[in-house]
């Protein structure tokens, strides 16, 4: 890739700045000795889940039923953030043993940086080696980092204008709504190096997701399979959810969070109002429930409805946190709290499982792939790491400086 500066046409979108000033709502002190109180429980939860892992493995999921964890070699998707979670922990306890787990995790992923089959990569190497960039505040993982973007970039057909997920013979060319995520990796690249070719690849793919992946209510397809070589759509599917006219739970998180973040990486305004009208479409939900934890899907028939996504809702959380900072104070207020409601009831009895129990994760009840009866009904490590971010980021909320950590990210 050239080295040279941003796009002209991003500089000018940063330029012209938000549809309204970022806003500084303040966390309220009762919540942040919850969350003090939560994040304490978690350190020495995974300190739990350290003796119970493999040397060379992850951390996926947790069956009580048969006293089974599950893990996963560094070439899952999941893979990143277990580390990434204990960086949070760190940064919050500066406990050293969970920085000394974090960093020889580290070393299991660090041959991923090159792998080019699989979308997946800001998950892997961005919530691990990125926090870490961060909580260490060192440099020493920027060429990992670099190289992972340089992978991830490899993935990206312009006939499409989007990265593409996964490589099976389902589908031609399948983009999911999760890949938004991994749209942050790219955006890092560009930061640090001035090199506007990752900056386009993600704003292609955000825009692209933009115009297929929604319906008029602002709710997402999971799947869209596009046609190689002339970039239309073949087909719009939901395949983790109820139906391909549902809206996944999951899926709808996903899609908050990646627009969120795409609009503190370009401050195009456009990104900031996908993420309101999803938001809207989630809030405003029939099916959602009072206490804001989503069921797994918002169009689950009645007999589904128990199963909970507490993944789902630790990532509504975090994305809802950041997002209200973004808008004007009545938005911000509801944004902030249905973001509060959904990590009190996360810190629930219901939810939050006790030190030495729930195979050491921190969560219970979430839902990975019902159809797939993957997943169900379980600990997930990827909830575990968005509800730390979540609390990390509402306690940010009111220091001065402190949200250039979590909710800035690399700015």
Known sequence: MLRNSLLAAGLMICAAGAAQKPIRLQPKPALVRLIDGNLRQAANQYKVLMG???????????????????????????????????????????????????TKRLRLLENEQFDKGTHDLGFMMYCSFGNARRALNTKDYDDILLNSARSLSTRFNPKVGCIKSWDNNKWQYPVIIDNMMNLELLLFATHITGDSAFYRVAVSHANTTMKNHFRPDYSSFHVVNYDTATGAVLARVTAQGFADSSAWARGQAWGLYGYTMMYRGTHDPRYLMQAENIAHFILGNPNLPADKVPVWDYNAPEGQRALRDASAGAVMASALIELSRYVGPEKGKEYLDAAEQI???????????????????????????LPGRSEVDVPLTYADYYFVEAMLRYKQLGEKDGSAHHVEGFQ
């Open 343 to 369: 990590i009190v009831t996360l810190s629930s009895s219901n939810y939050h499982a006790i030190v030495g129990s729930n195979g050491g994760f921190i969560l219970k009840h979430s839902v990975g792939h």
């Open 52 to 102: 119970k892992i493999p040397a060379n493995r992850m951390p996926k999921t947790y069956y009580a039923m048969q006293d089974r964890l599950e893990t996963s070699d560094s070439k899952w998707w999941t893979s990143g953030f277990y580390p990434g979670t204990l960086f949070y922990l760190y940064e919050f306890s500066h406990d050293t043993s969970l920085l000394h787990e974090a």
